[in-house]
């Protein structure tokens, strides 16, 4: 890693673990006091009881006026009551900060400057690439009508990205391109996204198995013939998914491609005004999932 | 001391000091972290009963721990530090105390989504699904953000940075 000013900065992950392990060394206060956790618990709890005591007293107090006074209308409320863990995909336990050093560091596959790649992404070369014409292909197939803004949302996600990384056993023998752009129509933005899984990647063959398999998000699936073939396309479930709907097909030699629209331009938090309609309809989401245009090698 | 308060001491000793370590990672001050780290363990122990029986606590302390850092937006010290023009002397072998003194700055300056999902993935070692769980957002997007992360450190560490 180079910190000299002015220079391009070769920071990797490695170097991020090991400043994040030194910095955690540096003058860290004593630990925290059990008995003062346990102490401020209690007064939560307390809080609750009595805000939950509140609660019912004005429960009560409202359905003696409306037995009162039938005119008056209730409107339901309360927070739900839900602990933000109990939704699924949570694991039941995950590792503790990892204290192993550069003898752990993957070995990447050889980048466009003939150096190791940094990490999983290439920068350069072929591989990089691909992911650009990745980028080219979806916006040369967004539909009449719309735009393809620029820029950065103001959360700073980028309206337009690619990207190419080794996948597998990252000897370099499969990769993944994924590309993203933004679209805008009559005030809303959203975007179209590519995926593209180079062959030997180990995805199902089944159309709806492999759909489902798409960021793993979950929705209804059906079949769609482009001619003879078989693309599946997923209407996401709902939720706070980002991604509205998608289609896969995997090519007779493996390559697996994924197509999919959102009505939202990110992510993140400060996306602007989302779209009312998706730029794609069904069939041409699936004919563009099996066009030859997304095979990439 | 009741069964409940013997078992959340118990576990509060022996995990808040990794968590700390986490939250210190993410606001870059150690007040602030032990603020998030008591929000956390807080918020764990009015819901002892139930996390605790899924035998989910980690996950449980360390999603409540992240969220409240998104949410607040708050940036730690570093955030004070900012690029000048004059630099600060060339430093010497790779990764110097100079050297990770800088990445942490610049790590202060990457968009708190993305600090997050530095943090999870190369800190705590998680996988781009168990990232993408505790974010609420899709293994791509974690994978993503983890570029676009890395690329920030990259682009920040290239610019001159000295304290004000």
């Known amino acids: 890693m180079s910190n000299a000013p002015n220079e391009e900065s070769t920071v990797n992950e ?5 400043a994040m392990r030194a910095s955690l060394t540096i003058t860290p206060p004593p630990p925290m006091a059990s008995a003062a956790a346990v102490a401020a618990g209690r007064r939560a709890v307390r809080r609750r009881t009595t805000l939950a005591g509140a609660g019912a007293a004005a429960v009560l107090v409202a359905v003696t006026a409306l037995a009162v006074n039938p005119g008056l209308r209730l409107v339901a409320g309360g927070d739900g009551g839900g602990a933000p863990w109990a939704g699924p995909g949570v694991p039941s336990a995950y590792p503790t900060p990892s204290d192993a050093g550069d003898n752990t560091k993957p070995v990447w596959p050889t980048d466009g400057d003939g ?3 940094e990490d999983a992404t290439a920068r350069s070369g072929e591989r990089y690439e691909q992911g650009k014409k990745l980028l080219a292909e979806i916006l040369a197939v967004v539909p009449g009508g719309w735009s393809t803004p620029t820029g950065e949302t ?3 996600i980028p309206l ?3 990207q190419a990384a080794v996948e597998g056993d990252n000897s370099g023998k499969t990769w993944g391109y994924l590309a993203g752009a933004a679209v805008a129509k009559d005030g809303g933005t959203g975007r179209l996204l590519a995926e593209v899984h180079t062959k030997d990647n180990g995805l199902p063959a089944e159309p709806c198995a492999l759909a489902r398999k798409f960021w793993d998000l979950g929705g209804a699936c059906e079949v769609v013939m482009v001619g003879t073939a078989k693309v599946g396309v997923v209407q996401a479930a709902g939720g706070d998914q980002g991604i509205d709907q998608w289609a896969a097909y995997r090519h007779s030699d493996g390559v697996v491609v994924y197509l999919a629209q959102s009505r939202t331009v990110s992510n993140g938090e400060a996306n602007p005004e989302p779209l009312t309609e998706l730029p794609l309809t069904v069939p041409q989401l699936a004919a563009l999932a099996a066009d030859a245009r997304f095979h990439l090698t | 001391m009741s069964d409940r308060d013997a078992a959340f001491a118990e576990y509060f000793a022996a995990r808040s000091g990794a968590m ?16 998030l780290v008591q929000t956390a363990f807080t918020k764990l122990y009015t819901h002892w009963n139930r996390v605790a029986r899924h035998e989910a606590l980690d996950p449980y302390v360390r999603q409540v721990l992240i969220r409240t850092y998104i949410d607040d937006g708050r940036r730690g010290w570093w955030r004070r530090e900012r690029p000048q023009e004059t630099p600060l002397d060339r430093a010497g072998p790779a990764v110097s105390a100079d050297d990770r003194l800088m990445l942490m700055r610049a790590l202060a300056e990457v968009p708190p989504r993305q600090r997050a999902v530095l943090v999870l993935r190369y800190w705590e070692d998680m996988s781009v699904e168990a990232a993408a769980a505790v974010l609420s957002c899709s293994p791509g997007t974690v994978k993503s953000q983890a570029a676009r992360g890395l690329e920030t450190l990259r682009t920040l560490m290239s610019q001159p940075v000295t304290a004000e």
Do not use: V
């Open chain 1, 115 to 117: 150096k190791p790649q």
């Open chain 1, 160 to 162: 337009r990205s690619h």
């Open chain 1, 14 to 18: 490695n170097d991020l673990r090991e």
């Open chain 1, 154 to 156: 103001a959360d700073k």
């Open chain 2, 20 to 35: 700390r370590g986490t939250a210190f990672l993410l606001c870059g001050d150690w007040h602030r972290a032990e603020d």
